[in-house]
């Protein structure tokens, strides 16, 4: 009996430590952070499971009732359902037992929100045929991993589309044919592109060179001295810079600079765009001797055109005139008609104004001139072309007119200097 007794004693301490492993064991799992379950193939239905699925997506247990009794089916994203329970379970059929297959997929939440679940399974019993009839597996929330996972993988595209963005740049920079530049606060010039190398004439030791020293020692205005200060305050400035080489050769750089603040806004760098513009000045300045040399030979053409003089018998000359007469064309007027009295002997010299629409004071004193200055030569000058308009200006302005001979038309002027040089040519004759 007292064997017996101890047998049994034995087995109740035996019974009672299986029992506390047992409440341990189901403390444990019941505080494992996933959802861990036995599902019934058969049956449908979960044998077992630490927690309810519907309370770990935040469903009170009245709206969990609501949802019937397959809770992941109503719940589960209809994108995913055939991954869910077609192609799982036929993967999970096919796996030898404790083989692990995992799914991630989507389920709605009681705030009407998408959460991400990831399931694990594994075999945990089969038919005689071999075919799985219980499933063993947990559920975890992934929702904030996968967004996680979401916003890296968005970061990563972002980096890699601002890493192509700097390479496109850089060979851009590296291969512009204006030159490239940037200088620390400081005035230290920190990086050059190829252009800009082969610009200054220092290749790459312009690199940590002086701005001022890229420049040279014959600085014009402005000078760079000049120019940092107005970056500092302004942010950018334009214009030309003529810069010296090593070799002493002096060549115009167009420059665009301007600041790059860095991103604290406590430090900048000096940036400058240069274009060599050498070649062009020059051209702009032949281009525009040249065209001065055009403007004057036309004002030339248009001098000669202007006051023309012709020879109308061997002592007579015809000037007709047409269009404004200015100071300058006034003196190009007298100028003409007396050289051309004096170089071809003209007794008689025709002015005609037909042509001129317009007498103010400049027209008068030059007809008043040109008749004192030919009579002065010898030769009698004969007006033509008054019309009425003309005519009241001239006496509007006190034109005195003493000494020169008025004629109505061009060809009246003409015959009566025709005239005139035949009676002299007479007298001439008979006193011979």
Avoid: C
């Avoid at 799914?103 to 399931?119: I, K, P, T």
Wanted: charged content about 25%.
């Amino acid at each position: 009996m007292a064997s017996l007794r101890a047998r049994i004693d034995a087995l109740v301490r035996s019974e009672a430590a299986l029992r506390e492993q047992l409440e341990r064991s189901q403390r444990i799992v019941d505080r494992i952070p996933v959802l861990l379950y036995i599902y019934d193939l058969v049956e449908r239905r979960n044998v077992y499971a630490n927690r309810d699925l519907a309370e770990m997506l935040d469903f009170s247990p009245e709206e969990a009732a609501g949802l019937g009794p397959d809770v992941l089916g109503s719940l589960a994203n209809p994108d995913d359902r055939e991954a869910m329970f077609t192609t799982h379970l036929q993967r999970l059929a096919e796996v030898p037992d404790g083989e692990v297959v995992a799914l991630m997929y989507r389920v709605r939440d009681a705030h009407g929100d998408e959460r991400w679940l990831n399931s694990r399974h594994t075999v945990l019993e089969r038919d005689e045929s071999g075919k799985p009839t219980k499933i063993l597996g947990t559920v975890k929330d992934i929702t904030d991993l996968k967004r996680a996972e979401d916003e890296l993988a968005r970061m990563s595209e972002e980096m890699l589309r601002r890493v192509e963005e700097i390479h496109t740049l850089k060979a851009f920079v590296t291969n512009a044919r204006d030159g490239i530049a940037l200088a620390d606060a400081q005035g230290l010039v920190v990086y050059a592109n190829a252009a800009f190398q082969e610009l200054t004439g220092y290749g790459e030791r312009v690199i940590g060179m002086s701005l001022v020293d890229v420049v040279g020692p014959n600085q014009v205005e402005p000078s760079v001295y000049e120019i940092i200060p107005i970056l500092g305050q302004q942010g950018r400035w334009e214009g030309r810079i003529q810069y010296t080489r090593p070799d002493g050769s002096v060549w115009s750089g167009h420059v665009n600079a301007f600041t790059i603040t860095g991103a604290s806004g406590a430090s900048f760098q000096l940036a400058a765009i240069v274009r060599d513009v050498t070649a062009q000045l020059k051209a702009d300045e032949e281009r525009a001797a040249l065209q001065a040399r055009l403007i004057e030979a036309q004002r030339e053409a248009i001098r000669e055109i202007g006051t023309p003089l012709i020879p109308i018998a061997d002592s007579v000359v015809a000037m007709p005139l047409i269009g404004a007469i200015d100071h300058d064309r006034a003196k190009r007027l007298l100028e003409v008609l007396l050289h051309g009295v004096s170089s071809q002997r003209a007794s008689a010299a025709i002015l005609d104004i037909t042509g001129v629409k317009t007498v103010d004071a400049v027209v008068a004193d030059t007809l008043v001139r040109a008749a004192r200055a030919a009579s002065l030569l010898g030769a009698e000058v004969i007006l033509t072309g008054i019309g009425p308009v003309v005519a009241h200006a001239l006496v509007e302005l006190g034109a005195d007119l003493g000494g020169v001979v008025v004629r109505g038309t061009f060809q009246s002027g003409i015959a009566y200097a025709l005239s005139r040089a035949k009676g002299r040519a007479a007298v001439g004759s008979s006193a011979r």
